[in-house]
């Protein structure tokens, strides 16, 4: 089946600490996308990937890093630079500019 | 300010009655998307509209963006306990954004049965 994974479901990370969430496509789309989610709010974009070896920053990319290496794979590094790191973290894909489809979340909390 | 904001912030219908939800944006919309989203979980995709005047459904749910395009309106007809969560809408505001979308904070819906 077709779809967006990401992985894990919870993490919970030490103050200081860098952690790596995992997001992966099999759907063939171009573009990939991080968000955040915090209670009460909208989702907000980190950064953002229209194609491989290419991203760019989004609204609120500090304390973020990411790589796009691969076509199926964009993973989100929270630095410890982060500092209101605990959220719930949506990725994203889509075929360009189409309806973006979303993957299950990772909620983080910072401990 | 919000650039899209939604309202009602939250609803409580009963079982059966028929409900709206609006998403207004400060800027003309290029294409309009509904998503749903359980809490904890990601976001399902509803309905994406384009044209100003276009109307979309799917089974009882219905979809509107306006002739000036900058407001849509997502109409639930005889809700049910599955019709529960949170709708949100996300905009493609144009000028280069590239298919990014900003979201409005959500219309939390709980339908009691």
């Known amino acids: 089946d077709g779809g967006i994974t990401q992985s894990p479901k919870y993490l919970f990370r030490k103050e200081g600490q860098n952690v790596t969430l995992s997001c992966e496509q099999n759907?063939?789309?171009?573009?990939m996308y991080w968000y955040r989610q915090d209670p009460g709010q909208g989702l907000r974009l980190i950064y953002y990937?229209?194609?491989?070896?290419?991203?760019q920053k989004g609204d609120i990319a500090e304390g973020y890093s990411v790589s796009r290496e691969k076509k199926e794979s964009f993973p989100l590094t929270v630095t410890s630079a982060q500092k209101n790191p605990t959220a719930f973290y949506l990725c994203?894909?889509?075929?360009?500019?189409?309806?973006?489809?979303f993957g299950p979340g990772t909620r983080l909390t910072v401990l | 300010s919000q650039e899209l904001e939604q309202s009602p912030q939250s609803l409580i219908v009963q079982e059966g009655k028929n409900l709206t939800i609006n998403c207004t944006s400060s800027?003309?919309?290029?294409?309009l998307y509904w998503y749903k989203q359980k809490y904890g979980e990601g976001l399902i995709f509803l309905m994406m509209?384009?044209?100003?005047?276009e109307e979309k459904s799917h089974e009882k749910i219905t979809a509107k963006l306006d002739e000036k395009k900058q407001q849509s309106s997502l109409h639930i007809t005889a809700s049910q306990p599955s019709h529960a969560g949170i709708y949100l809408c996300?905009?493609?505001?144009?000028?280069?954004?590239?298919?990014?979308?900003?979201f409005g904070k959500g219309t939390k819906l709980s339908v009691k049965p």
């Open positions: 759907l063939n789309h171009d573009a």
């Open positions: 800027k003309t919309l290029y294409g």
């Open positions: 994203a894909s889509s075929l360009r500019e189409n309806e973006q489809f």
């Open positions: 990937s229209q194609i491989v070896n290419d991203f």
């Open positions: 996300g905009a493609d505001i144009g000028g280069g954004s590239q298919g990014n979308l900003i």
């Open positions: 509209l384009q044209k100003g005047g």
